[in-house]
């Protein structure tokens, strides 16, 4: 197991949980700037994973996991399998205007040229850009993981609410896990951070919100939400989100915004440099570390999220991890 250095605490809990320690590795920059990966471990005829999120800096992120795929591959790794908990360009999956790059198939073709036999990922933002790679993608999902967040509650009178209609499936998936109706935002986005939201389905008067969406970058689609919320009389709400970048103005748009009662996201990107008090991580290192385990046995990925469509499986005993990698 081998981390970048977009996210090695992550990859250290998924040690962790696997109970195998992290492999080194050393990233080196030239004078001219090019990079350069040294895999400080023997890979030949391993099962190789490497870890990194695509955060910001991205190009710099997704370069050094260029590289790191094709050392694996060149040392005779007998299976690399990169592990992306955030892929940043699965919003770039459909030629939506006149010649623009459809950069989510760009980067899955990247992936595969440099070394990628298998690629484990979360949640990704359009769930069709599994389809754009040609190796086997294991897409996790954390609606399960943010649900246990809400478990034991009394949420009687609370309701979820999707920012767009396209998140809607998601949506249900976890208002059903926690037994709430489910209401979607009418979203159109007029930018790279404008949005507008002119209607919103299902009834949301008189409740608390819980608002689900799959990446917060901004936090523009979830005021712009808010807003149309409170005009329906929905004055609270809870935000919960896999992939909390919280880029720009977030923090102080949503750590002060008086609606929000919380915000609770996972740590498939690392968390903010000034955190608030109402923010909650869970930690989705255990999930990723049983689908490696599964990975590397030989088992079924997918029967982890049986019962629901798809969300947490029920609990039950962690397969032990056999061999090395």
């Known amino acids: 197991m081998f981390s970048g250095s977009a996210h090695p605490q992550l990859a250290g809990r998924i040690c962790g949980a696997l109970g195998v320690a992290l492999s080194p590795a050393v990233t080196t920059r030239f004078s001219n700037d090019c990079l350069q990966v040294q895999l400080l471990a023997n890979c030949r005829q391993r099962d190789v994973y490497v870890v990194q999120p695509l955060v910001p800096p991205t190009q710099e992120h997704l370069m050094e996991l260029l590289l790191m795929l094709d050392a694996a591959r060149g040392a005779s790794a007998s299976q690399v399998t990169a592990v992306i908990p955030h892929y940043a360009y699965a919003r770039s999956d459909k030629k939506d205007a ?7 198939r760009l980067v899955a073709d990247m992936l595969v040229t440099a070394g990628a036999d298998r690629v484990l990922t979360m949640t990704l933002h359009a769930p069709q850009v ?3 790679f040609s190796v086997p993608v294991d897409h996790l999902t954390a609606t399960g993981e943010l649900a246990d967040h809400f478990r034991g509650r009394d949420l009687t009178g609370t309701v979820v ?3 767009d209609l396209g998140n809607a499936k998601r949506a249900t998936q976890f208002a059903r896990l926690l037994g709430l109706s489910v209401a979607a ?3 159109q986005r007029l930018s790279d951070d404008r949005v507008v939201i002119d209607a919103i ?11 689900l969406d799959d990446e917060i970058t901004t ?9 149309r919320l409170s005009e329906q009389g929905c ?3 809870a935000v ?5 970048l919280f880029s720009g103005k977030a923090v102080e748009r949503l750590g002060t915004h008086p609606a929000i009662t919380e915000v609770v996201t996972t740590d498939t990107v690392p968390l903010p440099a000034t955190p608030w008090p109402e923010l909650g991580v869970r930690s989705v290192a255990p999930l990723f570390a049983e689908a490696i385990t599964r990975i590397h046995a030989g088992e079924s990925v997918s029967s982890l999220f049986d019962g629901v469509d798809p969300t947490h499986a029920a609990p039950q005993a962690r397969l032990p991890f056999v061999g090395a990698f």
């Open 240 to 244: 919960a989100c896999t992939h909390g």
């Open 130 to 132: 599994h389809g754009f």
């Open 185 to 187: 935002g009418s979203k």
């Open 235 to 237: 004055d609270r709400a």
């Open 201 to 211: 389905v299902g009834d949301v008067a008189g409740r608390e919100a819980i608002i």
């Open 161 to 163: 609410v999707s920012p």
């Open 219 to 227: 936090g523009g689609s979830i005021l712009e939400l808010l807003d």
């Open 98 to 104: 006149s010649r623009i790059s459809i950069a989510g």
